[in-house]
């Protein structure tokens, strides 16, 4: 198994159909204690045949410092380590530049920026203390083409932001045995665009994509599982796209 009894915590994990929930079940079939962490419910239904008997669900907002750390104190009263941060909470809104409001910038660049300045805050010092974590942060391909399908700009800053706060990141705290790295993902069916894109213009976008087809939750949760574990262990900084070769 390769992260067995590691204590993974994912942000933004309680969506059935979400990058989160597909990168927990992953990693719990690794041998990971998860600790799923969202906004409004702990976890899906049903989740607890997933996640196997050694799950925590916590109810927080990552936007809110003192709501990350007493999650990370929560998680290190119940199992006395944090081993994995996957910091995957966002938010998206398609928009035109000159549309975007303050409000608008304001709710999307706080989940997945500040979010996951906040929620690396509160686990690194116990990763410090064991010598040892793997952070990975979800950005996007919108931080690379510039927008495009499911966010407008705004959401491409919050995510390009993602990119650099995670480099720095593993510039500082990989000498203490702390790697950082991002995934980019393309277009992946899950409920923060099935409102957006109708099924038509889905596979119009299917065509478009070398390998013919949009991603499942899983072709991400599979890299989040390699990033996690010792099977990387010498990469950090690094930004991998799981876009099914959209950028190509
Ligand atoms: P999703 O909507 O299922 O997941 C996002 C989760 O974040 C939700 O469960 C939501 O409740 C949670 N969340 C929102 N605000 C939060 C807050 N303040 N605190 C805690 N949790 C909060 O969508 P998803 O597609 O699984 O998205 C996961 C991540 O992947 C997001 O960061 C998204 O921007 C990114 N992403 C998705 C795609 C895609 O095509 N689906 C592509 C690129 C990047």
Do not use: W
Request: with cysteine; aromatic share 4%.
């Amino acid at each position: 198994m390769l992260l067995k009894d590691k204590v993974a915590i994912i942000t933004g994990g309680a969506g059935q159909n979400g990058l989160g929930f597909s990168t927990a079940r992953l990693m719990a079939a690794q041998g990971a204690r998860i600790v799923i962490l969202d906004l409004e419910r702990a976890e899906p239904a049903g989740a607890a045949a997933r996640l196997g008997a050694q799950h925590l669900g916590l109810v927080a907002d990552v936007t809110d410092k003192a709501a990350c750390e007493a999650a990370a104190a929560a998680v290190l009263k119940q199992f006395g380590r944090i081993d994995i941060l996957v910091n995957n909470a966002g938010v998206t809104q398609p928009a035109k530049l000159l549309e975007i409001t303050g409000k608008d910038y304001d709710r999307i660049l706080d989940v997945s920026l500040r979010g996951t300045l906040y929620m690396s805050q509160a686990v690194l010092p116990a990763m410090q203390a064991q010598q040892s974590g793997s952070i990975v942060c979800i950005s996007s391909v919108s931080a690379q083409r510039g927008g495009g399908i499911l966010g407008g700009p705004h959401y491409s800053a919050a995510k390009a932001g993602v990119l650099g706060l995670a480099r720095a990141m593993a510039r500082e705290f990989g000498p203490q045995g702390i790697r950082v790295n991002c995934i980019t993902p393309g277009l992946i069916s899950t409920d923060i665009n099935k409102d957006i894109l109708s099924a038509e213009k889905k596979a119009e976008i299917a065509q478009t994509i070398p390998l013919g087809r949009l991603g499942g939750p899983d072709d991400v949760g599979g890299v989040c599982v390699f990033l996690a574990s010792d099977l990387s262990q010498y990469c950090t900084g690094v930004t991998l796209d799981v876009n099914g070769g959209m950028l190509i």
